[in-house]
């Protein structure tokens, strides 16, 4: 149980129409995720990934409920649990960003276009830690060194001005390791990536996923990375779990992916 970082429990989300019965996003969800595990989940759009996502991070949205016999137990120590579904918005600022950080689909749409990326970056670690300013650039620069955006033998002057560089001005590549830079920037326990891949070319997209990997590996961070992807769930993924229409279909160790291309999608889904 040590090594279990988070645990999802009966996890139901409901969306009340109007005139008509509530729309169930996710139904009876159930996993686990242990430390430095690479948990996969794949589907098609509107399968309840996202939203599965969304509710681990707090995020979703009136007038959309969890059900209250779920849970999402977060495991900050063997000691000490927390139902992040109990939490209220003022006691997330705790965990969003610092225990549990997300990387989002669109880089490009993540960053305000009209601040540097420096800004925003070290703006993102200052939130999270009391450093100055000075401090808060030379981290930026160590973690683009990480996410080899920068190389390890970049000169500091040369360094420095990347920071002053705006979103535009990178490819899609580049922000995404930026945002992976940002996401990291507080050592979380968590990351959940959601289609960090999605519309950058395969070498590209190689380098994100062995990026990522990598991460994992080197800071023992436990990851869900969420694709309608297969292949890239298959070629990242540790455990791998889908879903169809709200609910979990299968799940089991990445071989899956070779039988879900034998057997069809269950009737009573």
């Known amino acids: 149980m040590s090594d279990i970082v988070l645990d999802v429990s009966n996890l139901r989300i409901e969306f009340p129409l109007q005139g008509k019965s509530n729309k169930i996003a ?39 409920k969890i059900a209250q016999e779920s849970s999402i137990k977060y495991y900050q120590s063997p000691e000490y649990t927390i139902d992040l579904t109990r939490l ?17 689909q669109e880089p490009m749409s993540a960053f305000n276009p009209v601040y540097t990326i420096g800004y925003q970056l070290t703006e993102a670690i200052k939130l999270h830690q009391n450093v100055t300013q000075e401090k808060a650039n030379q981290e930026a620069i160590n973690l683009l060194k990480s996410v080899r955006v920068l190389k390890q033998t970049c000169p500091d002057k040369q360094a420095k001005a990347y920071l002053k560089r705006y979103p535009h001005e990178l490819s899609g590549g580049q922000l995404q390791r930026v945002m992976i830079a940002m996401a990291i920037s507080c050592n979380p326990t968590i990351l959940i990536a959601d289609e960090p891949t999605t519309g950058l070319d395969v070498t590209v997209q190689k380098g994100i996923l062995e990026l990522l990997k990598g991460l994992c590996q080197d800071k023992n961070i436990a ?18 779990l889908v879903m169809y229409q709200g609910k979990v279909i299968e799940k089991g160790k990445k071989k899956i992916y070779f039988i879900l291309l034998k057997i069809p999608i269950p009737k009573d889904y």
Do not use: C
């Not at 297969?230 to 540790?238: P, S, W």
């Open 88 to 104: 209220k918005s003022s006691e997330w600022t705790r965990y969003r960003g610092q225990e549990i950080a997300m990387i989002f």
């Open 223 to 240: 990851m869900i990375f969420i694709s309608h992807d297969l292949g890239v769930i298959n070629e990242v993924a540790d455990n791998i």
């Open 26 to 64: 996710v139904n009876d969800i159930n996993f686990q995720l242990k430390r430095g595990e690479i948990l996969g989940i794949v589907g098609e759009s509107g399968s309840g990934k996202s939203v599965t996502s969304l509710a681990i991070m707090g995020l979703i949205q009136n007038p959309g």
